[in-house]
């Protein structure tokens, strides 16, 4: 019985979302069409909107597609007691690297500060293999770092520090 309640709030979550895009998709249809922009005022609601509305969708086939598993919850009860404290220094650590980040650029402007930036918290967010490729690691922090400033500058035409 209570595997069949999450199943349908597994459902009607993402339904509810779609509901949403729905209407906030609706709602962008007042805004002012773009005059010199080439994006315009509706841009960035759209994207945002095509995008939760995507995974929302992504979600509810997935939910749709899964199979009910039995769980054998007994062999995990030790491991997930040191988990919380672990999870929240590394969250702390990670909101102090937001914060380094964000006042780093007093002194470095936005690339040099993403370039060394972005690898710490590509190590903080989730690496969880003993072996890391660093060649691809550090290629996607200068590729990154690279084109979110050539995305912000060249084709949205706002200033970076």
């Not at 459902?11 to 209407?23: A, D, K, R, W, Y």
């Not at 084109?147 to 912000?152: D, L, Q, R, V």
Request: net charge positive.
């Amino acid at each position: 019985m209570d595997s069949n309640k999450n199943w349908a709030a597994d459902i009607i979550g993402p339904l509810l979302l779609i509901l949403l895009c729905i209407v906030l998709y609706i709602n962008t249809l007042t805004l002012p069409p773009p005059l010199l922009d080439v994006l315009g005022d509706a841009f960035f609601p759209r994207l945002a909107i095509y995008t939760l509305a995507f995974l929302s969708f992504i979600l509810l086939v997935q939910t749709l597609l899964k199979k009910r598993k039995v769980e054998i919850r007994s062999t995990y009860v030790d491991e997930d007691k040191k988990k919380p404290l672990y999870r929240f220094s590394w969250g702390l650590i990670g909101i102090y690297c937001v914060y380094t980040f964000i006042l780093s650029f007093n002194w470095l402007n936005y690339i040099t500060a993403t370039i060394i930036f972005l690898p710490i918290f590509m190590l903080i967010i989730g690496i969880k293999e003993k072996k890391i490729n660093w060649i691809a690691f550090f290629s996607i922090a200068l590729f990154g770092s690279f084109g979110i400033a050539y995305i912000i500058q060249n084709l949205l035409g706002l200033f970076l520090p």
